[in-house]
């Protein structure tokens, strides 16, 4: 099975700050990653497909990168509506792969 | 837009058959790649499963307890999960997988709980 490891585990950031969660995998995967955005109580949202494609609807201010075994989720300016967790997914191989999650919260 | 929703019995007995039925709106149940994910309270996400046509491919952890099946009559599929212990205790989500292979749209989720 392909490992995802995300860091950090936990993030308190300020409104408006640039948040960058990082997914390693424990072997490359190409571009065959996905974020979510879950929030509490909620299913996990779709964010963005092969590494960088932003999902219709996802604000701008949500961008993917990364390629092989490094990747990363960046928020340029951090919104009230984006405190939630994110998780990475793999989608080179199956088992179909989750990150541990990062949780974002308020400062 | 196809919708997703998750039904079934919330509570389960420790060796006893969990049992959940997801119902798609919005389409056919004869496309796609329908799958199922959960979530212990508190924990991660983790990859069950899915169904494709007649075709089922198993997380190996979860593969002997196991079993996808579609009811194209209703529009349905459903997850069987056999011998279930306190650590099946999860949300448990339906999903398309979609044929690239990211999860869009999920259903709200249905928490299952074991204990007698």
């Known amino acids: 099975d392909i490992q995802l490891t995300q860091s950090p585990s936990f993030l308190s950031a300020s409104l408006g700050d640039r948040v960058t969660i990082t997914c390693r995998a424990s072997?490359?995967?190409?571009?065959?990653l996905a974020w979510y955005q879950q929030k509490l109580g909620k299913a996990p949202k779709l964010l963005i497909d092969?590494?960088?494609t932003l999902q219709s609807g996802v604000p701008s201010r949500f961008s993917g990168s990364g390629s092989g075994t490094e990747f990363t989720l960046t928020i340029s300016s951090l919104q009230p509506e984006d405190f939630a967790t994110y998780y990475c997914q793999q989608f080179n191989s199956y088992p179909r792969t989750f990150g541990q999650g990062t949780k974002v919260e308020i400062k | 837009q196809v919708q997703l929703q998750e039904s079934g019995p919330g509570l389960v007995k420790p060796s006893e058959t969990l049992s959940l039925t997801c119902t798609v709106s919005?389409?056919?149940?004869?496309?796609?790649?329908w799958s199922w994910v959960r979530q212990p309270p508190g924990k991660g996400l983790e990859w069950i499963g899915y169904i494709h046509d007649s075709d089922t491919h198993y997380n190996p952890s979860l593969k002997s307890r196991v079993t996808i099946s579609t009811d194209t009559s209703k529009n349905q599929f459903s997850l069987k999960m056999r011998s279930v212990t306190a650590a099946d205790t999860a949300l448990y989500y339906c999903?398309?997988?979609?044929?690239?292979?990211?999860?869009?749209?999920w259903g709200q989720g249905t928490l299952v709980i074991v204990s007698s």
């Open positions: 999903a398309i997988e979609a044929t690239r292979g990211w999860f869009d749209p």
């Open positions: 072997q490359g995967i190409s571009s065959y």
């Open positions: 919005g389409g056919s149940i004869s496309n796609y790649y």
């Open positions: 092969a590494a960088s």
